[in-house]
């Protein structure tokens, strides 16, 4: 059974830095599946100074929004890019890329925020900078970083709806 309290310093975290990157990374340390949160997602992440989480993205799906704990940034929104800092709140309602969203240290020292999101599965991500979409099955799976079906593509790469059936 779950605990209904957990400290963010010490909750379990990974990092999601891809090799050889110099531009993404960060310590995320899930918190939902340690409250026992099935509806609700939360992640304490840290990011070093020039780097980001995540890809710049939308979701389909889901709403997030991120308290910002420590340090200071860019949220990159659609179009636009904000100043943000510690004690700032950010939207990243669900919708195409309009609403696609990114948050860069580019401070001098470590960031740190809290992001907070529905968990409506499934979900599709969408990725403007790079042209590529996420299709995310997380159940039965415990996490977007562990789900149960993830597929990375692009909308050239679509199959014809018959393909492989016999007919």
């Known amino acids: 059974m779950s605990l209904p309290v957990v400290n963010i310093h010490d909750a379990q975290s990974f990092s999601n830095q891809p090799e050889d990157s110099a531009r993404f990374g960060?310590?995320?340390?899930?918190?939902?599946?340690?409250?026992?949160?099935?509806?609700l997602g939360a992640m304490y992440v840290t990011v070093e100074p020039g780097r980001r989480a995540f890809p710049f993205h939308n979701h389909l799906g889901n709403d997030e929004m991120f308290i910002i704990l420590e340090g200071e940034g860019l949220y990159?929104?659609?179009?636009?890019?904000?100043?943000?800092?510690?004690?700032?709140?950010?939207?990243?309602?669900?919708?195409?890329?309009?609403?696609a969203h990114q948050l860069i240290n580019s401070g001098q020292k470590d960031w740190k925020d809290i992001g907070i999101s529905t968990s409506n599965d499934p979900d599709i991500a969408e990725y403007p900078d790079s042209g590529k979409f996420?299709?995310?099955?997380?159940?039965?799976?415990?996490?977007?970083?562990?789900?149960?079906?993830?597929?990375?593509?692009?909308?050239?790469?679509?199959r014809d709806y018959w393909e492989g059936e016999e007919l």
Do not use: N, Q
């Open 26 to 39: 960060a310590r995320i340390a899930p918190l939902s599946a340690a409250l026992g949160m099935a509806g």
């Open 76 to 99: 990159r929104f659609g179009a636009d890019e904000f100043p943000v800092k510690s004690g700032d709140v950010c939207a990243a309602p669900r919708g195409g890329p309009e609403t």
């Open 134 to 158: 996420a299709a995310l099955g997380i159940a039965p799976g415990p996490s977007f970083f562990e789900a149960h079906i993830r597929h990375v593509g692009r909308r050239e790469d679509a």
